[in-house]
């Protein structure tokens, strides 16, 4: 921003910082407190109020004379930032004045209300983003005390136990269940196979925070306790899985990735962790989260790609991912705000979920956006994916965006009564086999007139995330941010984005919604599940998506003597809202027919010349906003 006439001496200088804070006060205010409730101050606690703000409220006649002198103009140049040029100097003057007086002690007394907790656990907003679309798409409006039907899973027989733990690592989760449900394996050896590939792998891949291991040997213990009396609590009983570090268990860190949150212990028991528990799944670790859920970058390191060590893993579900891929978990729940599911499912090769919007309750886990985030699975194979949604689906009162979606099994949909669509960059191997097994496939392409998806997405999640860490901001603990192109990045622009330009985004996203769903004449689409586009779109409007490997290619650059490095390739298959069952009976379907899916990194077996670079070649950048 350039000034018509910069102060010229250290007194004008401050005189001229405390005019211009007053002249975005008014919209600081309200971009933090777009998505919130007024409601009234419950006397949690007090911060200390702005050194400007005490001067320039203690007498209005002395901030009337200050902003008479001669500071119209600069306060004009101040206003562009908000693209508010178009005031007179004495308008400007008097929404300076007003803002003292009216604006900036709601603001405060607003803060001291919600805003003194970090991390959105607290006081969640009372507008409440539904991507239900109706009858017409995917699984139907959501009736009123509508009963959630389980799925009913395929049974298998005859499974036996590998010699080798290496290969029981590796199997499904209803394969490790029959196992466990036919006596051949404990519940408790199982948790010490994972336990042990945890221990012996984290240190090349840097993709687990906490391993809670007595925690783990009691559920285990208590599993195979249930067993011996018969009591079996489904395909989940005694199973190990990990959990995303912004997922609150209590007795341990839960530290969202970040320094300023290392040490944290938060006294609350999230949703999905309740629900998990309630199914006998085991509990081995807290994986890694990027720093605030942003990327793969956090307080102890990079997460790295078990399919390529020379790369990282991309995507703040970065130790789902990466523990998924390498087998050390048989599966892991993260989460999505915009690609932390579907990035790093793609880059470690990953069979993964992101559910409709409001499926799975977010209670007890750290908030971005209360319109965006989406827990979801990250599996072996479609199959998992379906039985861990299961487990983990349905509405908490607690969190009011989440529902009793009234999904259709996936194990009995009739895929040949399906169209499905393929974009110009689908994977055309699946394309080919969907139709080979009945699926009616059909050229398809999204149309939509909104051409700022992106911009809508950042203004979305940067300000919500703002307004769940104002304290944080505040408090200058962005400055010790592992990364500093990331989050202190956008969230000081957050600062500056006018409320009413927040409200003008969630206006183009609903158009954006409705001409989606205009546009959607297809039961699913297939296309490319990590063009930020798409991700963009996706997020806004709720879709469901399935991240399917689909195969693998050459590395750029290999070592001279050859490696077993791969890049792994994926697609997605895109369902309406409420449509998750299509999805999830599309990839079912194609994995029956392929193996990418079972394929296993190459972290014991690389070529000759192959090493662990630290740091690593290939750096991953960082996300860019492209408009």
């Known amino acids: 921003m350039a000034l018509a006439s ?34 009234a101050a419950t006397g949690i606690g007090s911060s200390p109020t ?4 005490r001067i320039l409220a203690q007498s209005s006649s002395s901030s009337k004379t200050f902003m008479d002198g001669g500071k119209g103009s600069e306060l004009r140049e101040a206003f562009k930032v908000f693209d508010a040029g178009f005031f007179s100097e004495a308008k400007v003057l008097k929404v300076a004045e007003e803002a003292v007086e009216f604006n900036l002690p709601i603001a405060e007394s607003n803060r001291k209300s919600v805003a003194l907790e970090n991390g959105g656990l607290q006081n969640p907003s009372c507008l409440v983003f539904n991507s239900v679309w109706g009858s017409s798409h995917g699984g139907g409006a959501v009736e009123k005390n509508a009963v959630v039907k389980r799925f009913k899973y395929p049974s298998l027989s005859g499974v036996k136990r590998p010699e080798n733990d290496e290969d029981v690592a590796f199997m499904e989760i209803l394969e490790l269940g029959e196992l466990l449900r036919t006596k051949q394996v404990t519940s408790h050896e199982i948790t010490t196979i994972f336990l042990h590939r945890l221990k012996r792998y984290n240190g090349a891949l840097e993709s687990v925070i906490t391993i809670t291991e007595d925690l783990a040997y009691e559920q285990a213990k208590k599993a195979d306790e249930l067993l011996a009396k ?23 860190k839960t530290t969202w990735g970040s320094t300023s949150f290392k040490n944290q212990i938060l006294d609350m028991e999230a949703t999905v962790y309740q629900r998990l528990r309630a199914a006998g799944a085991v509990l081995v670790a807290k994986l890694v989260s990027g720093s605030l859920a942003y990327d793969d970058i956090w307080f102890g390191g ?17 130790g789902p991912a990466s523990s998924t891929s ?6 892991a729940i993260g989460s999505e705000t915009a690609g932390s599911i579907t990035y790093p499912a793609a880059r470690c090769g990953v069979t993964a979920f992101r559910p409709t919007f409001g ?13 965006l985030d989406k827990l979801g699975p990250f599996c072996r194979s479609a199959r998992d994916c379906s039985i861990v949604l299961d487990a983990i689906r349905g509405k908490d009162s607690n969190d009011i965006s989440s529902r009793d979606v009234p999904l259709h099994d996936p194990f009995s949909v009739d895929i040949t009564k399906l169209t499905v669509g393929y974009l110009d960059d689908a994977e055309m191997e699946v394309v080919d086999v969907l139709k080979s097994k009945g699926v009616k496939m ?72 409705r001409e989606v769903k205009e546009g959607f004449t297809v039961d699913a689409f297939i296309g490319n599940v990590t063009d930020w586009e798409k991700v963009c779109l996706g997020n806004l409007v709720g879709l469901p998506v399935m991240v399917v490997p689909t195969g693998f290619k050459n590395i750029t650059d290999p070592p001279p003597a050859g490696t077993r490095r791969r890049s792994t390739v994926t697609t997605g298959i895109y369902a309406p809202p409420d449509g998750d069952h299509i999805a999830l009976a599309l990839a079912m379907v194609y994995q029956l027919v392929t193996d990418h899916h079972k394929q296993r990194p190459p972290i014991d077996n690389l070529g000759p010349d192959d090493i662990i670079p630290d ?9 860019i906003l492209r408009l």
């Open 326 to 331: 390498a087998g050390m978990v048989p599966f």
């Open 615 to 623: 740091p690593a070649k290939h750096i991953i950048p960082p996300r």
């Open 359 to 371: 499926t799975v309750a977010r209670t007890g886990v750290m908030s971005i956006s209360e319109s």
């Open 6 to 39: 910069c102060p010229s001496s250290p007194i004008e200088m401050t005189r001229f910082l405390l005019c211009f804070a007053l002249a975005f006060s008014p919209c600081l205010f309200l971009s933090e407190s777009a998505g919130l409730c007024s409601t």
């Open 230 to 252: 018969g009591d079996y609590l489904g395909p989940l009983h005694g199973i190990p899985y990990g959990l995303k570090d912004i997922i609150a268990v209590p007795g341990y």
């Open 442 to 513: 059909v050229p398809y392409k999204l149309n939509y007139t909104v051409d700022s998806v992106q911009g809508i997405l950042n203004f979305t999640m940067d300000v919500d995330m703002l307004a769940h860490f104002d304290k944080w901001q505040r408090d200058g603990l962005d400055d010790t941010y592992e990364a500093q192109d990331q989050w202190p990045t956008e969230l000081r622009r957050a600062r500056v984005i006018p409320a009413v330009d927040y409200l003008q985004a969630q206006r183009a996203r609903g158009k954006l919604i």
């Open 50 to 53: 702005p050194l400007s703000w």
């Open 302 to 318: 990079r997460t790295r790609n078990p399919w390529n060590i020379e790369e990282f893993s991309t995507g703040s579900s970065a």
